[in-house]
Antibody
Framework: EVQLVESGGGLVQPGGSLRLSCAASGFTFSSYAMSWVRQAPGKGLEWVSAISGSGGSTYYADSVKGRFTISRDNSKNTLYLQMNSLRAEDTAVYYC??????????????WGRGTLVTVSS | EIVMTQSPATLSVSPGERATLSCRASQSVSSNLAWYQQKPGQAPRLLIYGASTRATGIPARFSGSGSGTEFTLTISSLQSEDFAVYYCQQYNNWLPGTFGQGTKVEIK
């Protein structure tokens, strides 16, 4: 079955760290760029970070640059998001999302169910 | 950064009626525009890409049109399962690929 399954969310204090994971199955993971997209409670979608299929290129929204690090392990079919120096405004459901094609089109045909990150003291 | 503006914020429609949703870009994005549907508690689902191409498995009642800065998503005859929030996303100027704020389609 083609799917993405996120994990690693939870409650963390401001300034803390968290690492999210996204396990992929049912497709050739290394062929596709992947992204993290987040959604604050009751709000819209915000792209956070992206990584090329090989992992050689990474991209970040200005709001997380310098604090978050995206990576992937193609041998484990897993995408990661290391989140440091977390702020209250990072509170959101974090989705991993797959590019529709292998040409890095940067829109997404497969999404996980999301994992909730809550930053609060 | 390209700003995507969707209208209206909420659209009240009766089942079986036609729904027309708009998305405007602050600068041209050519045809590099996608539409997503999101139901409560669920992940977004890709409906349309390339402004007018339906994604795999999407019913023909969903259609997209437009290019440049003005885009439209039309649902020809609303079914009960179509009541949801719809987002547009431009991917012409990546970094970032920006989303609109969403249009909620609710039952009238």
């Amino acid at each position: 079955e083609v799917q993405l399954v996120e994990s690693g969310g939870g409650l963390v204090q401001p300034g803390g760290s968290l690492r999210l994971s996204c396990a992929a199955s049912g497709f050739t993971f290394s062929s596709y760029a992947m992204s993290w997209v987040r959604q604050a409670p009751g709000k819209g979608l915000e792209w956070v970070s992206a990584i090329s299929g090989s992992g050689g290129s990474t991209y970040y929204a200005d709001s997380v640059k310098g604090r978050f690090t995206i990576s992937r392990d193609n041998s484990k079919n897993t995408l990661y998001l290391q989140m440091n120096s977390l702020r209250a405004e990072d509170t959101a459901v974090y989705y991993c999302a797959k590019d529709r094609t292998a040409v890095s089109d940067w829109y997404f045909d497969l999404w996980g169910r999301g994992t909730l990150v809550t930053v609060s003291s | 950064e390209i700003v995507m503006t969707q209208s209206p914020a909420t659209l009240s429609v009766s089942p079986g009626e036609r729904a027309t949703l708009s998305c405007r870009a602050s600068q041209s994005v050519s045809s590099n525009l996608a539409w997503y549907q999101q139901k409560p508690g669920q992940a977004p689902r890709l409906l349309i890409y390339g402004a007018s191409t339906r994604a795999t498995g999407i019913p023909a009642r969903f259609s997209g049109s437009g290019s440049g800065t003005e885009f439209t998503l039309t649902i020809s005859s609303l079914q009960s399962e179509d009541f949801a929030v719809y987002y547009c996303q431009q991917y012409n100027n990546w970094l970032p690929g920006t989303f609109g704020q969403g249009t909620k389609v609710e039952i009238k």
